[in-house]
Each structure stands twice: as C-alpha cells, then as structure tokens.
C-alpha cells in the first residue's frame, strides 16, 4: 500500500519534471482511429481499397478485428497488411485475438491464444 508520503513525494518529483521538461511529457499527436469491425463487410471485399479510403476521409489509425489465428489479416500476410497500412498512413496499435475459450466441434479451436497460437510476427509456438 502506498503511504502518503509517498504519494505526495512521487506527485511532487512528477511536477517537478513536468515543470523542468514539459516537451517530455507532451503529446502532441492526434490518433482519430476506427474499428475495422465496424466495416467488416467491406474489408472482406476489398480491404486495401477499404484502407485507402478510411485514411482519405481522415482516419490514421485503425484496431483490426478478425485475426483468428490462421497467420492472415483480411487476407494478407502481416508484412503485406503492414504495407497496405503503410501505404495509406495507418498504424493499428492493436486488435481483436480469439482467446479460444470457445469450443468447434467439441475442441479447442487451434491458432487461438490459448490452443496452439503462433503470433504473426514470429515463427515460434506460445510456450505452454
């Protein structure tokens, strides 16, 4: 538990910084961002032209929504997916993994993050 004192040592020595570095602390980059799932229809016919037109009306970020563990986004390897995003001045700082808590055909669903996942950009197995 934190004691008081602490609490206001480690506030005061943060504003101190603040104070002294402001530049440090400051963020100066907007990220108007969209969720893939929202337009998942039109990702599944054509993401790359879906992208490029999110990113025309103002979008620079995107949290991608279908990887299940099959090694592909929207159809694309991630380094093809990485220079689609690229391309059009996207980044996707994160997105939606299968857990794989769900059960298909009473077993586990496999390239899940708890049945045998390997992350897109490693060749390794999750360790069990």
Do not use: C
Not at 6 to 32: D, H
Not at 78 to 104: R, T
């Amino acid at each position: 538990m934190i004691s008081r004192r602490n609490f206001l040592s480690s506030a005061a020595l943060l504003s101190a910084g603040v104070l002294m570095a402001p530049s440090a602390f400051a963020y100066n980059k907007r990220y108007i961002g969209l969720q893939l799932y929202t337009v998942r229809e039109a990702m599944a016919k054509d993401p790359a032209g879906t992208l490029a037109q999110l990113a025309k009306i103002g979008y620079n970020s995107v949290e991608g929504a279908t990887y299940t563990g099959t090694q592909m986004f929207y159809g694309m390897t991630p380094k093809a997916f990485a220079a689609v995003l690229k391309q059009n001045g996207l980044i996707m700082p994160s997105a939606h993994y299968m857990l794989g808590e769900a059960q298909m055909n009473g077993a586990p669903t496999k390239g899940t993050i708890l049945h045998e996942w390997t992350a897109p950009w490693t060749t390794r197995p999750r360790p069990a």
